[in-house]
């Protein structure tokens, strides 16, 4: 459906959503004001997003979507001229062109979709513990291992990576005898301790919450190849946004990580993008399914973040739209951001219900001819209240429409048809297989093994690029040798090549970032900033 095709379709700055008394439109240069899809199951709320969801890619803008059901893949095939499409088509002046959009499927798991990972220390403390669902001592005690892990030098990839260093910083409880081994981890324990306690017992606690992520499926979440979000901001050669499916059938049963995963996502884009100002269009369109899954049990702390992210992404240039079935799942605050506005229908069997209806109608724009609460439990399928921003920004009058066909096709693919598309997908074997460098576990281990340059510079013979800069230097002046007395002129020497290999090693991360050490090798010899969500800030 196009604008040759009706003068309801599509046109270069708007969306044609649906029909009542009046058309409605979403406006493309207010599409980054956010907005909200609510309705109860069954309502209608997918073909809403599916609609949406080609109106935008039509415009050229990339959209991000989780899939929960299966039923948003078939925007990736042509549509079907069926009876009820080609009836509601008529009935708003429409003619149906079916139509398919280009589509990547993503899955954590890599199953349906090209695996989706992130890095340890991309992920943050904080996530991390509302991933792991940890006490306050808990948080304080993983924050005070990616402070160690960053001052150090150990690049957090996996969760081996997290699980060595937590045990590196557990207090040695061993009584030392005058002959006894140095501890070679000691270091890194004494800068634990200087943070504050850090105990036996916490950080046993914190090993257990990880096997339960494990046995939910984070480790395969966690590793290298790390995803590059600009893979979701593309355009298929006709000029059209490509559209990014979250393949979250099974994630749904692991609904903290699935929720810390998408708050990464947004805050990692909130992270990486520059101020764009307003422009025309959106730069991304991201869709947030299951949306109450992000605030049940949120920390104050945390729904600060979130209200801060969702406040400052808009001047990025990404809008976020939160698919729900109550509006109340969304906190005020949070609401209050969300100025484009699609209401399916609900129903009031139940005090908190009823709570949900007026609260649903006191947050429209009145509109005299409507009863909007009332309204609200009469819609059927496929209809919706609604009420998108206009030209000034002010939100329109609520409306009653009802939701235009999709041109694809509505409700799931096979798997053949995936496979088929993921064969010819533009990141076909960019991610596909797991890549294991050498991070926090495997430095760690060559430090206990006696082969790995300790904090300061000294050690062994490991530690990649660095760790090899620094065993030139010492072999010149003979003072990488074993533990014991240097001559004067040595220890002489010693001071000069760690003055030295200091200054190489700070020269060599700012020249090569993250080509050293992997992914994460700028974390070498300096502390890494954080972002607003506790994840890397990288300008």
Known sequence: ??????????TDDKIFVGKGNEPAWLTLALANRHGLVTGATGTGKTVSLQVMAEGFARAGVPVFAADIKGDLSGISEVGEAKDFILKRAADMGLTFQPDQFSTVFWDVFGEQGHP?????????????????DLNDVQEGVL????????????????????????????????????????????????AAQGFGNVTKATVGTIQRQLLVLENQGGTKFFGEPALTLKDFMKTDRDGRGMVNILVADKLL?????????LLWMLSELFEELPEAGDLPKPKLVFFFDEAHLLFNDAPKALMDKIEQVVRLIRSKGVGVYFVTQNPIDVPDRVLGQLGNRVQHALRAFTPRDQKAVAAAAQTFRPNPKLDTAKVIMELGKGEALVSFLEGNGTPAMVER????????????ITPEERKTIMDASPVKGKYDTAIDSESAYEILQKRIAGTAPTADGTGGEGGGILGQIGSIVGTIFGTNTGRGRLTAGQRIARDVTRTVTDKVVGGVVADLGKSVGGQLGSSVGRALVRGALGGLLRR
């Open 143 to 190: 924050n005070v291992a990616f402070r160690v892990a960053d001052d150090n030098g150990l690049a957090l990839i996996d969760m081996k990576d997290l699980r060595a260093l937590l045990d590196a910083i557990v207090p040695d409880s061993g009584k030392k005898g005058p002959d006894a081994e140095e501890d070679p981890l000691a270091p890194i324990r004494k």
């Open 116 to 132: 989706v990972r992130a890095t340890v220390t991309e992920m943050g403390p904080l996530l991390l513990a509302r991933m792991l």
């Open 401 to 412: 429409v009802m939701i235009r066909p999709p041109s694809a096709r509505i409700g799931p």
């Open 1 to 10: 459906m196009t604008a040759q095709d009706s003068k309801l379709g599509d």
């Open 253 to 261: 049963q692991s609904p903290r990580l699935y929720a810390t995963f």
